[in-house]
């Protein structure tokens, strides 16, 4: 079964800075993709980025870069030029492959807090 | 484009009552349907999946149900709350074809049942 583990309850960055939130997950499929999501207070989670594990580079989408080390198992959310508007809680997700369909599993989040 | 309707945004429900939440999603058609439960302070739990119509899945063992009417359409019921039941629920698409592809949230239901 997969599992995903995100260690950092809460982080602080001050904006415009970089921050990195982590990610390590666990799965015996040869082939996963894994997720990134962002749910602000309002509570809607929103999509941020995905890397497959068999891509070969590092996915980046705007300010958001995952930084996916394959042989730690581990796939780190990397914000660029944190903004206010950053602050909200951050999911880490890991789908299976080869099923047709999106049974992911979260792990427990991070909230980061930007400060101004 | 693709858009996820969620109502109602919250609820409070005795006790023993019943329960139905619905999605709809508008844009796309044979969506794979999901309902997700985040209890306060957790990730996200897989309730329920569908892949068509009358197509149910259950995850975990528990007082719900889902439904699937329509192609575009997906609720959630019960027939007796119970306050272990309370938490936020949210609904989520994806394209049928789900390799690579992003579940899409609706905004949530937070229900507490008192």
């Known amino acids: 079964a997969q599992k995903i583990t995100q260690t950092q309850p809460g982080m602080f960055v001050q904006e415009k800075e970089a921050v990195t939130l982590d990610c390590t997950y666990d799965?015996?499929?040869?082939?996963?993709?894994l997720f990134w999501y962002k749910q602000p207070s309002s509570g809607e989670m929103i999509f941020l980025i995905y890397q497959g594990s068999y891509d070969q580079q590092n996915a980046t989408e705007g300010r958001y870069s995952l930084n996916f080390q394959k042989a730690r198992k581990s796939a780190n959310l990397v914000i660029s030029a944190s903004q206010l508007g950053d602050s909200a809680m951050y999911f880490c997700?890991?789908?299976?492959?080869?099923?047709?369909?999106?049974?992911?599993?979260f792990g427990t989040g991070t909230r980061l807090l930007v400060s101004p | 484009s693709q858009t996820i309707h969620q109502w109602p945004a919250t609820l409070v429900q005795p006790v023993g009552s019943p329960l139905s939440l619905e999605c709809t999603v508008e844009g796309t058609s044979n969506p794979n349907l999901y309902w997700y439960r985040q209890a306060a302070g957790r990730g996200l739990q897989l309730l329920f999946y569908s892949v068509g119509i009358g197509q149910i899945s259950s995850e975990v063992p528990q007082n719900l149900s889902a439904s699937r009417p329509q192609d575009r359409q997906f609720i959630l019921s019960s027939k007796k709350l119970l306050l272990s039941d309370s938490g936020f629920y949210l609904c989520?698409?994806?394209?049928?074809?789900?390799?690579?592809?992003?579940?899409?949230f609706g905004n949530g239901t937070r229900l507490t049942v008192t």
């Open positions: 989520a698409w994806s394209r049928a074809q789900g390799m690579h592809s992003p579940l899409h």
């Open positions: 799965t015996s499929d040869p082939s996963y993709g």
């Open positions: 997700a890991i789908e299976r492959k080869n099923t047709g369909f999106q049974k992911l599993v």
